[in-house]
């Protein structure tokens, strides 16, 4: 964390080698967070609110902003006014920022954006690494300089910082996204002395001297018409012919203090290479490492890596190449269709064309989305070009067998040296193992003289994700930028891994094993599959296992197994002896865990001592089972999930060839029922002797694990399955069930804490209580599926816009990855139960974007019918526009059918009458009702219309069931309806056209990992503000009443069901915009999930949440709009906020700062509720007199 | 002429005997001044629970933890990295210095522990801060019905024992009243190395909520007539234990202060009183039963200390069952 002040070896990962630079060189830092670059401004921000200054003894001014447009506008501002400014992004951060970067260019302005590079959104997002943002701003007149490795990252940002004072050109720095921001490598830091002998502080003089003063005013910024526009665009041209010097002289400068030298074109391999790879970022390691290999073997080959890729300086990149040189790969990570050729490529031919060289030149595109790319792959692609017939343009890492694009590769080819060790660990999310890794690879980098390099893999899940923890330890410097192949060691932190996934593959013969094994030596062998059986038999493995749960729940660390096992892997390693490795682990658990007390450090350091005494060697029996490895998918999921879906759940979606995937992004939907996950070890039992059939528990479950069904009396049940006769009178006559889906549930228990049913002989046995899976997994599996089985109910039979009768409905939103307990998934969940057959989501990047679109499955999903909500998610800042643009083509498209239905009247007949007459008549008091009278209708109009002739029948068919009512919901979170997306939501406000938008609050930037919005209260701290926000939260909602037509609400579903249900039923049936704002507890609040809704109702009841309605029907009625749906608070806010770390941490570490935080939060509340009361008691519309003349 | 109220406790000499017990208005540092402004001849300080400090340490820790490196985009956590947690007994210790540094009188610090390591531990980084003396809060509920009563005695004892070897400081053990042998316990305890009996501690006590059908425990303020159950002890023991003896409990009125004195008390503690009334209170009792005493001729409190204890009454099976058979008995119904 803390910028070290003298040279040495140190353990970073490329974000904070490059941030530390950024930040000793900067007086005005604007971040806005977006992955993988967000850690570089957390970095920033925290060093700055420790008071690390810069390297003139001033601590930065690091400011969040509301959007990357918003930090490159700042950084501009600061810039202009003469101050060191820089900003960090990635992807359509960095796309954001481009208008800024033209104008900071165009005016010669020295800065420097360092960029964790990320693939920009096509036809899906993605978080990882590509260089197609940084492509994107190739053409804004931006330096842009490139790091393959993490010591890179250190060095050329100090490159990048000189160079940019000195040629007055802004520098884009970058770096690959994950493979180098999120790599932990060892490298020697740049000292702060010599930094400070490297800057001329005449040039930062220049740069304050072109600042704008009053007291030496000039006009920048002015606009020019075609008389001189183009002329003054062409007077800068000297600038950029200079900077390549510039840059080359500032590597020079560096090597001399470091001893590393650096070129603006690097070129290794054979003096007399014929054929060379040119190559930009990471995959430089692993292209090094094979041209290493392949001149071994007698080939002449040769790699060239770019590191100043704008200006591009041709002369040198051609005398950099070998004379001998016939063939040039131009690789890219990459892909601009419809050009000749990828960027690099194309740079490479103009290049070498206009330095008269005649080299054929072959661009091979490469690692889109972080894909491998790995030695193998290299050799893949000089293979090709030295083929006959080689393809001029081909990719690598995949199988195309649409275009046959790709080449081909041996991934075994490639075979790591023996010196370098290589370990894979295998863990959960939770239990801390990529943690304790990182802690690892920190001790033997920092403890020996060994070089080690940690690498981290996640899924895409938040409940009960799967990590894969990649570390290398080598005598030498590590530059393999790909993942392990061949493990020396493997590390199974959860046993159960062992049931689904192939996880001993990895391991090399003869490697050792430790397992995480809650079972006894003499059983382990018979829990494992056949396959890890093989495995081990055949490689010969030496498998350890130790109970590290029991450890970690005897020494007081709940679930985190991540100390226990780290020192099995020392003990079982030999990097350290023994009594150091202990000490070192010993001193890593002080380090990062001292602060928060000895009670900490103290009961890791317990586990530490325990961990070797509970390691023992398992014996090794014979391969023959009974386990096996479960099928990823049942034999009766849809032949896509089996073909596509089953392979990514497998981890083997790297296999899957080009044709296996839609050309357009455009995914089926209900494939999350088929990823049968099982992570809970308890579920929810149901006792129907308690129940009181309200169905609470099933409208709070995050997953749609807890589902409610009402049937009659005559189906038939089978033995051992559950159910009641209803006691409510609404479900006469009727039986009902409350079923579990056991392997979906993520037992965060919150339905337990919902239910109100207690048995009278002992209360804690509730209606419905935990109880271990493994007891009930078999009876719950049969019973679910027979659940599934039982009709739906007759949507006409109940109440869908009540909380007992939502419930009743079925779900089509289920069993999302979301975080177990989330607080954000149950709304949704329940507005599928109440519209979701006829409902459209645009939905903001975010955390409903990942659980709800990120691959390899989805919750949304359908029904019987095949209806149920289609999805999409367009951008982070864009999300209201989307959905409004969404409103206006169904409208347009009902303009087209009412025209249509006209026109063919006379055919239609009474048809035609039916059609008009409902949509004149819109009435949607009974809406389920309206819609199947209009679904009727559209069902035989197009039966009609399939026997009539002409253009006209055939363009209504097209537009027919834009005749239905469609419910537009846009939803996204806070940051973006706050922040980055609140222009265009504040438009879509205004726009008064019939559309539902729905905020999932959760206070704060949740999905990049818990950064400050302007939803984040005062007092609450966050990543941009460690010392807790000093400002109010925005009232969205009082921004939207203001316009007088928007149907406004706040509800909380922990503090009032009813009016969750009786707000999204009334916000769907208003006419115009209606806004509703979700209170969504998160694990971003630091609290126990289990009690989200016992703090939705104390946020309430504290007057931090007041519920309200601000219906404008109310005020045509000459009613007041505002109804507070919430009492008076009586409970001060600091009883809610001491249950929540965003709060309480703050009182421990700034106890003062904290109590007068608290004491301000208490007056914006209190201020807001007096305000509120006297809003329920005005009418903001006039009473108007018709004049008369 | 003016009864000498000065008095000797756990070899402090102190101005009277009327001394505010722990609880939160010991916990500030403004309360403090504010009571020995009123003329508090001492303050014990709230109890450091060791419990506490644990739980603190692990909740923040935990909640640091959640959700750290659970995906890509939350590596590291959700919560940005703090200068200081402060979850150890920092907050405490500030308070026993401010005390020391800034008040005349001595302060006695207070300790609950739960772990045989963390009462030692605790016991010697209070003593380190240079408090006058330091009282071990104790009680343990024996909710496991396999421990005997002799185990809870010796974990008791055996407490005592190992915190009086290590720290060099007067001692004094508030205990509840609940040991089959109270008395018998009381001498083990002076055994141990307690220089004092502080009589009784009150802790959080279950109630039932009938609405929710959940159990709330709470503590609430003590009434004047559980000084009666201390009263007893105070006279039974009063001169046959070889300690000093503090009473706490109900102890609101000059009245109440007296009584305990006269059952043989050393010094009287108060604290719900004080929440209630503030300050001040302490004043009032101080005045009276100077009062009291000078009204009725008493040259000091020592000369009339423990003249109503077991030993001094006519008739000490008052203090013994018979005294609840008379209680019974004389009882009349008002309605």
């Not at chain 1, 202009?80 to 400014?85: D, I, R």
């Not at chain 1, 005897?554 to 991540?562: K, M, S």
């Not at chain 1, 009743?808 to 954000?824: R, W």
């Not at chain 2, 605790?122 to 240079?130: E, M, R, V, W």
Request: hydrophobic residues 40%.
């Amino acid at each position: 964390m803390t910028p070290l002040a003298k040279s040495s070896y140190t353990m970073v990962d490329g974000n904070e080698a490059a941030a530390r630079i950024a930040h000793l060189l900067s007086e005005v830092i604007a971040i806005y967070p977006i992955t993988p670059a967000s850690p570089m401004g957390e970095l920033a921000d925290a060093w700055s609110h420790q008071g690390q200054s810069n390297l003139w003894g001033v601590v930065p001014d690091v400011i969040e902003m509301q959007s990357e447009a918003g930090a490159a506008g700042a950084i501009h501002g600061a810039l202009t006014v003469g101050a060191l400014s820089t900003t960090f992004t990635a992807s359509q951060g960095l796309l954001l920022m481009l208008p800024n970067m033209y104008k900071i260019a165009g005016e010669l302005t020295p800065t420097v954006i360092h960029v964790a590079a990320r693939t920009v959104a096509t036809h899906a997002l993605s978080i990882f690494g590509d260089h197609s943002d940084v492509m994107s701003a190739r053409q804004t007149g931006f330096a842009i300089l490139s790091s393959a490795s993490v010591q890179e990252a250190q060095d050329m940002a100090v490159v990048a910082h000189l160079a940019t004072l000195e040629s007055r050109i802004p520098f884009l720095h970058f770096f690959d996204g994950f493979r180098t921001s999120h790599e932990i490598n060892k490298i020697e830091l740049i000292d702060e002395d010599s930094l400070r002998d490297l800057i001329d502080e005449d040039l930062i003089a220049g740069h304050r001297i072109r600042a704008l003063n009053p007291n030496n005013p000039m006009l920048r910024g002015s606009a020019q018409n075609p008389d001189v526009f183009f002329q003054a665009r062409e007077a800068a041209n000297p600038y950029y012919d200079a900077v390549p010097l510039i840059v080359a002289d500032a590597m020079d400068r560096i090597a001399k203090v470091t001893g590393r030298r650096h070129g603006l074109f690097e070129y290794s391999g054979a003096p007399d290479a014929e054929t060379v790879m040119v190559i930009m970022g990471s995959g430089a390691g692993a292209a090094d490492e094979t041209v290493t290999r392949l001149i071994r073997e007698g080939h002449k080959v040769g790699l060239l890596v770019v590191k100043l890729y704008r200006p591009f300086d041709a002369s040198v990149f051609a005398s950099v190449l070998p004379k001998t040189t016939k063939r040039v790969i131009a690789m890219d990570r990459t892909k601009e269709p419809g050009a000749v050729g990828d960027p690099l490529y194309l740079d490479v031919v103009a290049a070498l064309s206009e330095e008269g060289r005649r080299i054929e030149v072959y661009g091979g595109r490469y690692g889109l989305s972080s894909k491998e790319f790995t030695p193998s792959m290299v050799a893949g692609a000089f293979n090709e070009v030295t083929r006959d017939t080689p393809r001029r343009h081909f990719t690598v890492g995949i199988v195309d067998d649409v275009t046959n694009n790709s080449v081909d590769w041996d991934e075994d080819w490639w075979v790591e040296p023996d010196e370098v060790t290589r370990a894979i660990f295998f863990g959960l999310g939770s239990d801390g193992t990529v943690g304790a890794n990182k802690n690892s690879v920190k001790i033997i980098g920092e403890s020996t003289d060994l070089s080690a390099q940690g690498y981290f893999v996640y899924d895409s899940k938040k409940a009960g994700s799967r990590t894969i923890s990649h570390l290398r330890i080598s005598p030498q410097p590590i530059e393999s930028t790909y993942l392990i192949r061949h493990a020396d060691f493997v590390a199974v932190h959860q046993f159960d891994f062992l049931e689904s996934i192939d996880v001993l593959e990895v391991a090399r013969p003869g490697a050792t094993i430790l397992l995480n094994s809650p079972y006894p030596a003499d059983e382990i062998w018979g829990r494992l599959p056949i396959e890890a059986q093989g495995q081990i038999v055949e490689k010969d493995l030496e498998v350890w296992a130790i109970d590290a749960a029991a450890i970690a729940r005897e020494t007081g660390l709940g679930g985190r197994v991540n100390t226990v096992l780290q020192t099995c892997f020392f003990h079982l390693t030999d990097f350290l002896p023994a009594d150091k490795s202990v000490a070192a682990i010993k001193r890593h658990i002080r380090d990062s865990y001292g602060k928060r007390g000895e009670t900490v450090v103290r009961r890791n350091e317990e586990a530490v001592d325990r961990a070797i005494d509970g390691l023992f060697e398992v014996a090794v029996g014979e391969a023959a089972g009974p386990l096996r490895i479960s099928d990823p998918v049942p034999e009766i999921a849809p032949e896509f999930v089996k073909r596509v879906t089953a392979m990514m759940l497998a981890g083997k979606g790297d296999l899957l060839p080009v044709s296996a995937l839609p050309v357009d992004g455009a995914f089926p939907t209900g494939t999350a029922m088929w990823e049968k996950r099982s992570i809970a070890d308890e579920i929810p039992i149901w006792d129907p002797d308690i129940c009181i059939d309200c169905g609470r528990c099933a409208l709070v479950c995050p997953h749609a694990a807890i589902r409610f069904k009402a049937f009659d009396p005559d189906i038939p049940v089978p033995e051992g399955f559950l159910w009641k006769e209803s006691t409510g009178q609404d479900l006469r006559g009727k039986r009902i069930v409350i079923q579990v889906a056991p392997d979906d549930c993520t037992g965060c228990r919150i339905c337990v804490e919902i239910c109100p049913a207690k048995s009278k002989e002992i209360v804690k046995h509730k209606a419905i209580n935990m109880a271990p899976i493994d007891d009930h997994l078999e009876r719950e599996r049969r019973n679910f599926e027979y659940f599934l089985e039982i009709p739906e109910m007759d949507r006409s039979q109940v109440n869908a816009f009540s909380v007992k009768g939502s419930q009743l409905l079925e779900p089509l939103f289920e069993f999302s990855g979301a975080c177990a307990g989330c607080g954000e998934t149950p709304y949704l969940k329940l507005i599928t139960q109440m519209m979701g057959d006829r409902m459209i989501v645009a939905n903001a990047t975010g955390c409903s974007s990942i659980y709800g679109g990120n691959l390899p499955t989805t919750p949304w999903t359908t029904n019987a019918d095949g209806r149920g909500p289609a999805w999409s998610n367009s951008l982070f800042e864009d999300n209201a526009e989307f959905g409004l643009g969404m409103r206006l083509a169904l409208q347009a498209q009902r303009s087209d059918a009412i025209l249509l239905v006209t026109a063919l009247a006379p055919d239609l007949g009474q048809l035609a009458v039916d059609i008009l007459e409902t949509i004149e008549n819109l009435d949607r008091s009974d809406i389920d009702a309206l819609v199947n009278r209009q679904r009727t209708h559209v069902t035989e109009l197009k039966k009609r219309l399939g026997n009539m002739a002409g253009p006209l029948p055939k363009r209504l068919e097209g537009v027919a069931d834009s005749l239905i009512e469609t419910s537009i919901w846009i939803v996204g979170g806070d940051g973006w309806a706050y922040d980055i997306g609140f222009g265009g939501l504040d438009h879509v406000l205004a726009s008064g056209r019939d559309i539902n938008i729905l905020v999932l609050d959760t206070e704060v930037y949740s999905n990049t990992g818990g950064q400050a919005s302007k939803a984040t209260p005062r007092a609450a701290i966050a990543k941009f503000a460690s010392g807790g926000k000093e400002t109010a939260k925005k009232d969205l909602g009082k921004i939207a009443m203001s316009y007088g037509n928007v149907y406004v609400a706040q509800i909380a579903m922990g503090a009032n069901l009813t009016q969750t249900v009786k707000t999204l039923a009334e916000a769907e049936a208003h006419r115009g915009v209606s806004l509703v704002i979700a209170y969504s507890p998160c694990i971003a609040h630091g609290i126990d999930m289990t009690k989200q809704l016992s703090h939705q109702k104390l946020a309430t009841d504290t007057g931090y949440w007041p519920l309200y309605r601000y219906d404008p029907a109310r005020e045509d009625a000459g009613e007041p709009g505002l109804r507070l749906d919430s009492r008076k608070p009586k409970i001060p806010f600091k009883d809610f906020a001491s249950k929540e770390a965003r709060f309480a941490v703050l009182g421990r570490a700034d106890p003062e700062g904290a109590e007068r935080l608290l004491r301000e939060a208490q007056h914006d509340i209190d201020n807001r509720w007096h305000l509120y009361e006297q809003m329920v008691q005005i009418h903001r519309t006039a009473e108007y007199a018709e004049v008369e003349e | 002429m003016s009864a000498d109220l000065s008095t000797d406790y756990l070899g402090l000499k102190l101005a009277h005997p009327v001394v505010p017990s722990a609880s939160p208005l010991t916990g500030d540092i403004d309360h403090i001044h504010a009571l020995v402004e009123a003329g508090a001849p001492a303050v014990v300080l709230p109890s450091l629970f060791e419990e506490q400090i644990e739980h603190d340490a692990m909740a923040v820790h935990f909640s640091i933890e959640l959700g750290a490196d659970g995906f890509g985009e939350s590596a590291g956590g959700f919560f940005p990295q703090l200068d200081d947690y402060n979850t150890g007994p920092e907050d405490y210790l500030d308070l026993i210095r401010r005390a020391k540094a800034e008040v005349s009188v001595p302060v006695i610090a207070s300790l609950n522990g739960v772990s045989s390591g963390g009462w030692t531990l605790y016991a010697q980084i209070l003593s380190d801060q240079g408090i006058d003396a330091l009282e071990l809060n104790i009680y343990r509920i024996a909710a496991d019905l396999g421990l005997t009563s002799e185990d809870v005695e010796r974990s008791y004892v055996e407490l005592v024992e190992t915190i009086k070897k290590s720290v060099d400081l007067p001692l004094a053990v508030k205990i509840g009243p609940y040991f089959s042998s109270m008395g018998h316990m009381a001498l083990r305890l002076v055994d141990a190395g307690a220089d004092a009996l502080v009589m009784f501690n009150r802790f959080y006590q279950p109630d039932i909520d009938l609405e929710t059908l959940g159990v709330t425990p709470n503590l609430v303020l003590s009434d004047p007539v559980e000084l009666r159950l201390v009263l007893r002890w105070l006279a039974i023991l009063y001169g046959r234990v070889g300690c000093d003896m503090a009473a706490t409990s109900g102890i609101h009125e000059a009245s109440d202060a007296i009584k305990a004195l006269l059952a043989g008390a050393t010094v009287t503690m108060m604290a719900s009183a004080l929440l209630e009334n503030g300050p001040s209170r302490l004043t009032e009792v101080r005045d009276g039963m100077e009062s009291w005493f000078s009204e009725r001729g008493y040259d000091s409190v020592d000369q009339a200390r423990g003249s109503l204890s077991y030993s001094s009454v006519p008739d000490p099976g008052v203090f013994e069952r018979t005294s609840y058979m008379k209680t019974l008995t004389s009882y009349v119904p008002t309605w």
